[in-house]
Structures are given as C-alpha cells and as structure tokens.
C-alpha cells in the first residue's frame, strides 16, 4: 500500500471515530432535552395549580374564575375589603350577600356566585 493510501485510510478511520463521537454526543444531547422538557411540563403544571388556587384582587366568578371553597389571606393589604355577592348587574349594593372590612389575616368560604376582593393580598385555597 502507497503512502497515500495510507494517509487516506488513516484520515478515513479519524473521520470515522469523529462521526461515532458526533453520534454519542447527539444522543447525549437528545437525552437531556427530553429531560429539561419533562421538567418545564412539570414546573408549568405546578404553576397553573398554584395558579388554580391563588388569586388578588378583583371581581371573579366563583366555580368559573375561581374554585368554591375555604380561602385564606394573611392580611399583608392594607384594610381588606371582600364581599360575597349574588350577581354583577344593577346595583351592587343590591348583589352584597355578605361583606367585611379588616385589617389583618382572613379565613372565608366562597361559595356565593361572585365574589369581589380589594387590598386583600392574595388569597390561598386552604379546603
């Protein structure tokens, strides 16, 4: 065999060991994106049902913006006012079920069809 057959041989059998190496490190490669995906649906999902069961301030629509049930806040707004109310249309002295004025943490079922929160905090479902 001549010299550059022999040159021509070894750089075949480099090229070869680069491509095996290449091939390894792909897999390697796929492997962990499979993992970091799986770990981004696992954080997503634990976000939406942290997500599920907190909420601010505002006016929501129970079973629809958010779920009946035992709510908590820890008081960090300045005079919480929350209010369950019956509906949304007319006036909303009329809607008023039940409403209070507090400073400092509160516990509450929300099971009326609305319910308004202001300065509360955020609200953490508890039950």
Same mark, same amino acid.
Request: hydrophobic residues 30%; glycine residues 10%.
């Given at each position: ?29 796929? @492997?962990?994106?499979t ?6 649906? !696992? ?8 997500? !599920? ?7 929501? !629509? ?7 049930? @035992?709510?908590?806040t ?8 929350? !209010? ?10 009329d ?33």
């Amino acid at each position: 065999m001549d010299e550059g057959q022999q040159a021509n041989d070894q750089r075949s059998s480099e090229l070869d060991t680069r491509e095996s190496d290449l091939d390894t490190r792909e897999a390697t490669v796929a @492997r962990r994106e499979t993992d970091v995906k799986a770990r981004e649906d !696992a954080v997503s999902a634990a976000e939406a049902a942290k997500d !599920a069961n907190t909420f601010g301030d505002g006016i929501y !629509a129970v079973g629809t913006d958010i779920q009946p049930g @035992r709510y908590h806040t820890d008081g960090s707004g300045d005079s919480c006012y929350d !209010a369950l109310l019956s509906g949304m249309d007319g006036n909303s002295l009329d809607n008023i079920i039940d409403n209070n004025n507090v400073d400092g943490p509160v516990t509450l079922d929300i099971t009326s069809p609305y319910f308004e929160s202001s300065r509360c905090g955020t609200w953490t479902k508890v039950g």
